[in-house]
């Protein structure tokens, strides 16, 4: 996978300079406490995520034309990232998506 990803790092580019989420505001936020261990002993910090719903967010993407990245190896980094979720939380399960691909000349 991390070759796979840098081969996409440097031939798939957003078109767009800002994406935005339609939105002024987030729509809640999440609390929970986190932990970590640190050389100065156990820490605990209380971490706030902000969240927003419903939202489309549309993007443009340029590919570079050289045959390494097909519309097959796309839908699939886009699936893996539907299934695992991106941003804050995605180890829990938040930050799933649904997608569409629409290729244009």
Do not use: M
């Not at 570079?64 to 097959?72: K, M």
């Amino acid at each position: 996978v991390g070759a796979q990803k840098a081969k996409t790092a440097d031939r798939v580019f957003v078109v767009e300079p800002c994406l935005y989420l339609g939105k002024t505001a987030p729509d809640g936020f999440w609390e929970h406490p986190v932990h970590v261990r640190t050389p100065q002993g156990p820490r605990s910090a209380l971490k706030r995520t902000d969240y927003v719903t419903d939202i489309v967010l549309t993007a443009t993407l340029r590919v570079l034309n050289d045959g390494v990245i097909t519309e097959e190896l796309l839908r699939s980094f886009f699936q893996f990232g539907s299934l695992k979720g991106f941003g804050a939380e995605r180890g829990l399960g938040e930050g799933r998506y649904e997608f569409t691909l629409v290729k244009v000349a």
